[in-house]
C-alpha cells in the first residue's frame, strides 16, 4: 500500500523560500502523476500541484511562479521548492500519488509577515 512522508517545513518571514520533500513507497513511484496538496487552519484541503512522469507540471493559480515541482525518480521522492512565501501559504502541507486514498502526516508551513 502506498505511503508517502512529507518532510522540510519550517517557520519563516514572508518572502523566504522553503524546499519540502516527500518521500513515496509501495508503489512504482516512476509510473505515478504524483501531487502535492495543502490545508490552512480552519479550510478544506487544496491541491497544489501536479507532476507527471514526463515531467509535465500543473500549479493551482496561487502558487504559479513561485513554485515549483521536481522529482528524483531514482530514489522515489518529489520535491516542492516554494519561493516568495507569502502568510497565506501557511498550511500543513501533504503529498501522494493521483487518485491515492492514502495520505501521509504533512508538513507544517508557516510564514509570518
Known amino acids: 500500500q502506498a505511503q508517502f512522508v512529507e518532510s522540510g517545513g519550517g517557520s519563516v518571514q514572508s518572502g523566504e523560500s522553503l524546499r519540502l520533500t516527500c518521500a513515496g513507497s509501495?508503489?512504482?513511484?516512476?509510473?505515478?502523476?504524483m501531487t502535492w496538496h495543502r490545508q490552512a487552519p480552519g479550510k478544506p484541503r487544496e491541491w497544489v500541484a501536479t507532476?507527471?512522469?514526463?515531467?509535465?507540471?500543473f500549479y493551482n493559480n496561487s502558487v504559479k511562479g513561485r513554485f515549483t515541482v521536481s522529482r528524483d525518480d531514482a530514489n522515489n521522492t518529489m520535491y516542492l521548492q516554494m519561493n516568495s512565501l507569502k502568510p497565506e501559504d501557511t498550511a500543513v502541507y501533504y503529498c501522494q500519488n493521483y487518485g491515492s486514498s492514502m495520505w501521509g502526516p504533512g508538513t507544517q508551513v508557516i510564514v509570518s509577515s
Open positions: 509501495g508503489f512504482p513511484f516512476s509510473d505515478e502523476i
Open positions: 507532476l507527471a512522469p514526463g515531467g509535465a507540471t
